[in-house]
């Protein structure tokens, strides 16, 4: 088959090669018709649609995928991240370095750990205009002690250096700036291996792979953090948690980008060997991605994919088994799993169940709300669930996360 046709065109053709009507395809992917339709008019979906069609064709979703130029759009600079941009992407001069004016600061490694720390603790806590304003001044910081620095305070400057450019590049990604978060990710496993740091060159790989489900790019993942994971296995008799705590993530990302590619069978193995590390462990542990593992985070993952596989009935049922008091560290993977939530009512016909837990994210995380397109997207589809006029409930949402009514 020829390679530049579009996905409607390569979905219609699989269709009609299994007998199958748009009516029947629709049925089988739990979709609506007239989202059928558009696709194989050569109009556009969301991946969680190509997801469903993949699977109910029994192919994997990047079999739908085809090189084509971006669409025209508006060119207007972004300058909202222009200080950010500058500290992680500087330009390059004609010697091949970067051009970064970093003034002439005396290095002080005590208070560069305390800076990165402070924007840590703020992304965690959903301070994102915190993040924007204290970044990019620590990593033009890390960048001077860096240079500034040798021997074993040239390492803790590698270090710290990554850790900041670690959370910088997690950031972007909630904020959608992928191509500049996986800049900031490259040069932080840069860092970390210039220094043998394996739990913090895991983080930038396990983050960097983030990014790159975000777009789309679900092979890569898969092959990166199963290859990653295979290099840095630990023995378990005497494996530290950190050690556990990476490989696990590393498992837990390659299940996701499985998931997504409409691999059951691999995504469940590679969250059954994900929670054989988290059973080492007696609690929830922090991680060098200053992210937490243990069995609830697990947990939480395997649901989720459960969900990316076509089985909402199964969210909801494993749901009730997850613990109450999770802590604040695990506050965001919680968060996550309740937009899961909110989509699994939707895909059993309760919208109105979808609905309250929106709300309840809204009265308890609303500024990582508002970066969260999951979130829009199960708006929108509880605004065109009903055929009568949207509730004040629903159209204070829908303003609150940007959705037209």
């Known amino acids: 088959m020829s390679h530049d046709i579009n996905p409607g065109d390569r979905i219609r053709e699989l269709r009609r090669r299994r007998g199958m009507t748009q009516e029947r395809l629709?049925?089988?992917?739990?979709?609506?018709?007239?989202?059928?339709?558009?696709?194989?008019?050569?109009?556009?979906a969301r991946m969680e649609s190509y997801n469903a069609i993949a699977r109910a064709l029994g192919k994997t979703t990047l079999a739908f995928a085809t090189p084509a130029a971006p669409t025209p759009g508006d060119d207007s600079p972004d300058t909202s991240l222009a200080a950010i941009r500058a500290a992680i992407n500087p330009p390059t001069g004609i010697t091949g370095d970067p051009l970064l004016n970093l003034g002439s600061d005396e290095p002080d490694l005590v208070m560069l750990g305390r800076a990165t720390k402070s924007v840590s603790l703020a992304y965690y806590a959903d301070r994102y205009d915190d993040v924007a304003r204290l970044a990019p001044s620590v990593i033009r910081s890390a960048?001077?002690?860096?240079?500034?620095?040798?021997?074993?305070?040239?390492?803790?400057?590698?270090?710290?250096?990554?850790?900041?450019?670690?959370?910088?590049?997690?950031?972007?990604?909630?904020?959608?700036?992928?191509?500049?978060?996986?800049?900031?990710?490259?040069?932080?496993?840069?860092?970390?291996?210039?220094?043998?740091?394996?739990?913090?060159?895991?983080?930038?790989?396990?983050?960097?792979?983030?990014?790159?489900?975000?777009?789309?790019?679900?092979?890569?993942?898969?092959?990166?953090?199963?290859?990653?994971?295979?290099?840095?296995?630990?023995?378990?008799?005497?494996?530290?948690?950190?050690?556990?705590?990476?490989?696990?993530?590393?498992?837990?990302?390659?299940?996701?980008?499985?998931?997504?590619?409409?691999?059951?069978?691999?995504?469940?193995?590679?969250?059954?060997?994900?929670?054989?590390?988290?059973?080492?462990?007696?609690?929830?542990?922090?991680?060098?991605?200053?992210?937490?593992?243990?069995?609830?985070?697990?947990?939480?993952?395997?649901?989720?994919?459960?969900?990316?596989?076509?089985h909402p009935d199964r969210v909801l049922e494993q749901s009730e088994h997850v613990p109450d008091d999770v802590g604040a560290r695990l506050k965001t993977g919680v968060n996550r799993h309740r937009i899961d939530q909110a989509k699994a009512h939707l895909q059993t016909?309760?919208?109105?169940?979808?609905?309250?837990?929106?709300?309840?994210?809204?009265?308890?995380?609303?500024?990582?709300?508002?970066?969260?397109?999951?979130?829009?997207e199960v708006a929108e589809d509880i605004l065109a669930a009903p055929k009568r006029m949207p509730s004040a409930e629903q159209r204070e949402l829908a303003d609150f996360?940007?959705?037209p009514v």
Request: with cysteine; proline share 2%.
């Open 26 to 44: 629709a049925e089988a992917a739990h979709l609506a018709l007239p989202t059928i339709k558009k696709i194989e008019q050569g109009g556009s």
């Open 143 to 310: 960048h001077l002690h860096v240079r500034e620095l040798d021997g074993r305070d040239k390492d803790e400057a590698h270090r710290l250096r990554a850790d900041i450019l670690g959370v910088a590049g997690r950031y972007l990604i909630q904020v959608r700036q992928h191509d500049l978060a996986l800049t900031a990710l490259r040069d932080s496993l840069r860092d970390a291996l210039e220094i043998g740091h394996q739990p913090l060159a895991a983080a930038a790989i396990s983050s960097q792979a983030w990014a790159l489900m975000r777009q789309a790019r679900f092979s890569e993942v898969e092959a990166l953090c199963v290859r990653t994971a295979d290099e840095i296995e630990p023995r378990m008799s005497r494996a530290t948690s950190d050690q556990l705590s990476a490989w696990g993530w590393l498992l837990l990302r390659a299940g996701a980008a499985a998931a997504r590619n409409n691999r059951a069978e691999e995504s469940r193995e590679f969250h059954s060997m994900a929670a054989s590390a988290a059973a080492r462990l007696h609690e929830e542990v922090d991680t060098a991605e200053h992210l937490m593992f243990g069995r609830t985070t697990v947990q939480l993952k395997t649901i989720e994919s459960e969900l990316v596989t076509g």
């Open 349 to 376: 016909g309760d919208p109105g169940a979808a609905l309250e837990v929106l709300q309840g994210l809204r009265q308890d995380a609303p500024e990582w709300l508002r970066y969260q397109q999951a979130a829009r």
């Open 401 to 403: 996360l940007g959705v």
